[in-house]
């Protein structure tokens, strides 16, 4: 497969009369996209709204953020098997509308939503205060079931970067990526001498805003599944909005998965890179032993010789971290975890909820329940009083003049476990 | 010039020269002066603190005497008012290690002042303050005093002026446990790449996170006849009355609530969840699915159990520090053992 990701920089974004981008600038024609995303019966109201980095400026209640791109070369634009016709991606021409995304926020669908500070303290917690961000606020009609108002929003966000990505359609870019890898028979042939690595990709399946979809298909049904890289970052796979804010994997992490990005440029050099394997984070234990056991057996049968492993969420899935570690360690293959965890407010507690000592290597993206502190902003785009309700914050962490306390919980991406933030631990 | 910050100094009979093991049992003085290590220790802090005076106290005294030497000792530090208290260094030994633990632990606990010492990473004392003071690892015998010193002056200068204290290599002192959140020059994947390299080389690497050691319970003994048996339903599955009264956290709970049941027969109905780790969609529409009152309540009626406990205990579990849940867990469990209750359903998500 061969994959251009070719990156228009977004260097501004506003509104205007026509959804384009010239020199770099992004314009955005609001009531387009809004008419657009009301196609759907199920969205009462839509509004749109900017946000630069350095601004003043606070989202809040996040669900999902989506990189806005086009496919102008090759099968699947947009999100084969959820907003467009099933297509078979990974290879082919693709302009990204690079440095901006589409950030989703609207009426509180669960307590896994978060928040995005634009500038100041918040802005270094977070990887979305980089991005010239298009908020779409979404009010869905009443009664609305959660999940079908969690699916509602979900799509409009998905939908909203497609519809912006057009606007790549015919423009130049001024970088192009290119991934390339081929059969695993071919790859081993021209790399014979360098180790095998796979990536294991764990995605939380667990009901309301706990879910993944691979081509749609809701992560918890499947059984753990090979893809190449490129799928992934052809727009395979997208975000169910899930799990406390700072470790969901987003739709734009999924687009930019962090570790498919470094384990590729590695790829021909130092390793031979296999491919990723998707791997759901069941509910039950005997899902667990079968979706554990499965991973084994498929790095095993791939022949790996290193493979990282990435959690999504954390608390039960802890369990399956390590124990598809210890299965792959007790045949010979090293691995490498990625995880955040849970050390309390003062960081004394243990980190993880279970333990295994084959778990000699692994990345620590940060404590969920440091707490921060985050002053006011000039502008709130969605709801402050959200932050009172959301994995992360409690009565009382929304002081009066605007300022709020809360954990990593309640931010965006800043604890990632597939890597894509800096934040790690220390042990003072 | 800003004014000195004023440290006092505590060593056993040994460095506050009243003599050897044949003193060990004296009871605890204080001296406004710079005794043993307090001269040179007060030395090193320059024209920024100075040490005011000196408590000794006997080591067998106060292992024997702790109430007592703890009494006299936190009196003088109420009466000189320190910004900082410093103890030892201890080296290896044991007692004089378990004395400065005493101190530096009382003093932190009761007027929240800071306290700096110094032991050998073996000595019986660190395990005891390590989090709470921070205890500069030095030698195991007094040889190493001149190396030991200047850690604990430095460290000593940097807390008595309210500035950052780096990480426990950088600064010489045994970690005090506390993981801290911070920011690497790299991102996560960068670093777990070059981490499974090292690996695959065979080369030296080092993980963020060494593996938590658990704690063993060992389980109750069965209950022999469960038709006079009291049990009381406890879950971390988030389920609060309708409105959640008591503002629990969705996630990394710092409180758990109690309600009474005795004149419901189940939780649906006035009751739904706030847990922010699971599809909440279903234990709304039956909270009894989580937290199963409504099956308990049948089995009293069916004389199968002696009686439900009239209160219902709740808290979230998602991302809820071992630390809350362990306090958490010691609170109920006091008033359910003092309530007389025999047996708990408890019950996560």
Known sequence: MKLELRRIHIKDIQFGNETVVKDGILTINQEELVNKLKEDKRIKEVKVDLARPGEKVRIIPVKDVIEPRVKIEGEGNGFPGVTTKMAQVGSGKVNVLYGAAVVTVGDIVGFQEGVIDMWGEGAKWTPFSKTYNIVVDIKPVEGLAPHTHEETVRLAGLKAAEYIGEAGRNIEPDEVLVYEMGSHAEESKKYPDLPRVLYVEMLISQGLLHDG???????????????????????????????????????????????????????????????????????????????????AKLCKTLGADGVIISEEGYGNPDSD???????????????????????????????????????????????????????????????????????????????????????????????????????????? | MAKKFRVLYYVNQFFGQIGGEEKAGVAPTFEAKTLGPALGFNGLLGDEGEVIGTIICGDNYFNENKEEALEYIMNVVKEQKPDIVVAGPAFNAGRYGMACAGVANAVVDELNIPVVTGMYVENPGVEECKSKAYVVSVADSAGGMREALPKMANLTKKLAKGEEIGLPEEEGYIPQGKRLTIFSDKRGS????????????????????????????????????????????????????????????????????????????????????????????????????????????????????????????????????VGNATKFGVEIGKELKEAGVDGVILTST
């Open chain 1, 213 to 295: 979809y691979i081509y749609g298909v809701n992560s918890q049904l499947i059984l753990p599944t090979l893809l190449h890289p490129n799928e992934e970052l052809d727009g395979a796979v997208i975000s169910g909005n899930c799990v406390a804010a700072c470790d969901k994997i987003t739709t734009y992490q999924h687009q930019n998965n962090s570790v498919i990005l470094d384990l590729y440029e590695q790829h021909g050099k130092t390793i031979n890179f296999l491919g990723v394997i998707l791997t759901p984070e069941l509910t039950t234990l005997e899902g667990k032993f079968r979706t554990c056991d499965y991973t």
């Open chain 1, 321 to 428: 971290l390590l124990m598809i570690c210890k299965r792959l360690e007790k045949e010979g293959i090293k691995t490498v975890l990625i995880t955040d965890e849970c050390s309390g407010w003062d960081g004394m507690s243990q980190p993880l909820a279970d333990t295994t000592e084959e778990a000699v290597a692994v990345v620590s993206t940060g404590n969920v329940s440091h707490v921060i502190k985050l002053e006011p902003a000039d502008k709130v785009i969605g709801d402050i009083n959200a932050i009172t309700t959301l994995a992360g914050g409690w009565e009382g962490c929304l002081k009066e003049d605007g300022s709020l306390q809360c954990e990593l919980n309640a931010v965006i991406g800043s604890t990632s476990e597939i890597g894509y933030h800096n934040c790690t631990v220390k042990l003072y």
């Open chain 2, 190 to 321: 960068q670093r777990a790449v070059e981490m499974l390299l090292s690996r695959l080389n065979g080369e030296a690497f080092e993980t963020e996170l060494p593996m938590p050691v658990f704690d063993k319970v060992e389980p109750a003994k069965a209950i022999e006849d469960l038709s006079k048996a009291t049990i009381a339903l406890v879950t971390s599955g988030g389920i609060v009355p309708h409105g959640n009264p008591d503002r629990i956290q969705s996630a990394s709970a710092q409180k758990w609530g109690k309600y009474d049941v005795s004149n419901i027969d189940a939780l649906t109905g006035e009751y739904y969840t706030i847990h922010g780790g699971y599809d909440p969609v279903y234990a709304n529409e039956k909270p009894d699915r989580v937290a199963p009152l409504d099956l308990l309540k049948e089995f009293e009626k069916e004389g199968k159990i002696g009686k439900v406990y009239e209160f219902f205990y709740t808290t979230t579990g998602t991302g809820t520090s």
